[in-house]
């Protein structure tokens, strides 16, 4: 009998979900050219509708370098699923398995995602995921798929505002998504040559940013600050996520970029903006380096589904694929070390943290 498999993305869109989905059909059919593919349609939501097609092999073709994904994507908070209002969302996802008669479940997505995908697993669904996500926050993955096109855009914002900035002796402020790790921030920062990069994981002190800004704009006449939607001051890390919420909700602000660009005005008198790029981050087509690990990471889901290894999720070691249990991984974060290699490297070459 031919396997059945069925594949979905899950959570905030990337580049690199259809390259997955690709390399993962051209690798499996060419060992077993009999497995039929069941795509489930817009994500977790999906299987617990049991929305889904069979795919035909050109429904994979050309679509290797194109940005979203073929399959749609939605949101199934993890938290709701696990509170009793979201029991009948997982025994119907674990029904629509069994009776679309699936050998196995490709799952492509984040944090969330890996949580939900273990929760299948341990229902007793064979589960491989895939990680997935612009914020390179998933642990036991060097990196994710996403994060390197999402890098290449973030640096590009950064590279054209140092135009404006320059032609206008400006602050400018590019607030770059990631609101709970600042890797995405940090690697589009040093790329983009910013002057400051403030990051959820480093508390930034207003008068040490207020400081370096007006060292920079003595010396060069402008300054880029790449700011992580999740940065926040030192007073906010003492807080509560509810209570710093809470606490922006009543100043009228969502993230700290714009109380940032207000007390560079009052304290420099520099003309300052905020530029927020957003989930331009997270479209169009994927670079070359995302290619060429989604095909790496497809290509060994297939492996691990013919071989029926499940319960895992696939990563990258070095220059290695491999595998991680989903158990293993599941809600851990990978947040930037302090102590990062790179956070060195930036200071090292005169990057303030507003530390
Ligand atoms: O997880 C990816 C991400 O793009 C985050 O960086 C960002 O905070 C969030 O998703 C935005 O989510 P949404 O698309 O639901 O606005």
């Not at 999906?46 to 050109?58: A, S, T």
């Not at 370098?65 to 949101?75: A, E, F, K, P, Y």
């Not at 207020?210 to 700011?227: P, R, T």
Request: proline share 3%.
């Amino acid at each position: 009998m031919a396997m059945k498999i069925g594949i979905l993305t899950s959570g905030g869109d990337c580049a690199g979900l259809n390259a997955v989905i690709y390399a993962f059909e051209k690798a499996i059919t060419a060992i077993d050219p009999k497995v039929d593919i069941y795509g489930i349609l817009g994500g977790y939501t999906g299987l617990i509708n049991r929305e889904y097609k069979l795919l035909k092999h050109e429904d994979f073709s050309n679509i290797f370098n194109t940005g979203g994904t073929i399959l749609g994507s939605s949101r199934q908070p993890y938290k709701k699923l696990i509170q009793a209002e979201g029991a009948h969302k997982v025994a119907s996802m674990k029904e629509n398995y069994h009776k679309m008669d699936l050998d196995a479940l490709i799952i492509l997505g984040g944090q969330g995602t890996h949580k939900t995908a273990a929760l299948l697993s341990s229902e007793g669904l064979n589960v491989i995921a895939l990680p997935k996500t612009i914020d390179n926050d998933l642990w036991g993955t060097d990196f994710t798929f996403g994060f390197h096109s999402a890098v290449n855009v973030a640096t590009e914002c950064i590279d054209r505002i140092q135009t404006t900035a320059a032609s206008h002796r400006r602050a400018m402020i590019v607030e770059i998504m990631g609101n709970k790790v600042g890797w995405l921030t940090l690697y589009a920062g040093i790329g983009g040559g910013a002057d400051i990069i403030l990051i959820p994981e480093i508390p930034y002190d207003i008068n040490k940013v207020i400081k370096a800004v007006e060292s920079v704009k003595k010396s060069k006449g402008y300054c880029i600050i790449a700011a992580a939607e999740g940065a926040m001051d030192n007073e906010e890390a003492t807080l509560t996520k509810k209570e710093r919420y809470q606490k922006r909700g009543e100043r009228g602000e969502v993230t700290a970029s714009n109380r940032i660009a207000k007390a560079i005005e009052e304290k420099l008198n520099i003309e300052t903006r905020v530029v927020v790029p957003g989930h331009i981050q997270r479209g169009g087509a994927p670079s070359p380096y995302d290619r060429v690990l989604c095909s790496q990471v497809g290509a060994y889901a297939a492996k691990l589904a013919i071989e029926r290894k499940y319960g895992v999720t696939v990563a990258l070691n070095g220059d290695k694929i491999t595998s991680n249990k989903l158990d293993d991984i599941a809600g851990k974060t990978k947040v930037v070390p302090p102590k990062h290699e790179l956070i060195k490297a930036a200071k090292d070459i005169g990057i303030s943290f507003g530390e």
